[in-house]
């Protein structure tokens, strides 16, 4: 219980770190700590199917988020290249790799999803929280947040914020 109390308090502190450089117009500074959640196997994430606008509107963050998630948890996996990964701000990519972790065949293999999907958003600034559950449902799952933050831009929505 502690450990999930201390889990939920660092991310709590990356977001707001994340959404402080965001209001002031800077991604974060290059030595900046970042964690990432361990991650495993295929994503399911559905994609969303609002109508395109003129303009992103919130709800375009959610869809964008989605998208998101499913092409960077299976590179966060290994399963997909860096170049696969979508709706992500050119200053944080060359972040990402350190936020990939090694995984055994194993866990590699294990099926993962989004649960569920929160978006918050402030003046063109989301935060996203995301709950992955990993593992077979019959043996027993696990359930972690990925939380990041998203810019809004004239064409959708960036992840300015590295996942954690």
Sequence with gaps: MNRV???????????AVGVIFLLRGGPPAPG????????TASAT??????PVSSSPQPADARGDARA???????????????????????????????ARQQISAQE???PFAVTDLQVT??????TV???VSEGDPAVGLATYPVTFA????PDGWDVVTVPI
Excluded: N
Excluded at 5 to 15: D, E, P, T
Excluded at 78 to 94: C, E, F, K, N
């Design 68 to 98: 998101f998630l499913a092409s960077y948890l299976p590179y966060l996996y290994g399963r997909t290249s860096l170049t696969t990964v979508v709706h992500v701000d050119a200053s944080i990519r060359p972040l990402l790799p350190a």
């Design 129 to 131: 929280t995301a709950q």
């Design 5 to 15: 109390l201390i889990v939920v308090a660092v991310v709590m502190a990356a977001v």
């Design 121 to 126: 958003d402030s003046s063109g600034v989301a």
């Design 32 to 39: 900046a700590a970042h964690a990432t959640a361990t991650a």
């Design 45 to 50: 994430v559905s994609a969303s199917s609002s």
């Design 150 to 153: 998203m810019r809004q831009r």
């Design 108 to 110: 590699e293999a294990k």
